[in-house]
């Protein structure tokens, strides 16, 4: 079974500019997250979804950043304009009942 | 605010000792969860607790769940060097998570 999948797995950017990750989980998993992690600490919730709808986006920087998911499977994050402090790696993760199960992550750098 | 604290934050472990990792959480939940992070990879989750008094084992690790304390615990039996990784507890309702333990198994 495929896990789940992001790309890019990296990213570098300059500040100001827009960048995007992508999400591909579980099949069949209806709960989508998306985490923030800095270097050093636990990751940081950032949105759930439950099928399409955003259950829990308290945690989302809602001035620069935005996300979607689209027909409750593949699920997009996106930045814009990014600064500095964004510089970290995002995580996202889907689960069917409880268990979550991570993909590899997008680092980001904007210098 | 849920707050979640581990400690200790760093652990330095021999060979062949025993050792507990510390998980508080500062509301009600009944649900944790515990993943292991190696450096520069994803997370692999090692255990979700479901209830109070839950215990789980797989090798070397348990992980037990105490909802009336806030309380988990992850316990290292005749640690191996590779058990050597990051661990960190998560709590739901926001699944927040703690700062991670970094573990270092020497010989």
Known sequence: ?111 | ELKVEQNPLFLSMQEGKNYTIYCNYSTTSDRLYWYRQDPGKSLESLFVLLSNGAVKQEGRLMASLDTKARLSTLHITAAVHDLSATYFCAVAGDMRFGAGTRLTVKP
């Open chain 1, 1 to 111: 079974e495929a896990g789940v999948v992001q790309s890019p797995r990296y990213k570098i950017i300059e500040k100001k500019q827009p960048v995007a990750f992508w999400c591909n989980p579980i099949s069949g998993h209806n709960t989508l997250y998306w985490y923030r992690q800095n270097l050093g600490q636990g990751p940081e919730l950032l949105i759930r979804y439950e099928n399409e709808e955003a259950v829990d986006d308290s945690q989302l920087p809602k001035d620069r950043f935005s996300a979607e998911r689209l027909k409750g499977v593949d699920s997009t994050l996106k930045i814009q304009p990014a600064e500095l402090g964004d510089s970290a790696v995002y995580l996202c993760a889907s689960s069917l009942v409880y268990e979550q199960y991570f993909g590899p992550g997008t680092r980001l750098t904007v210098t």
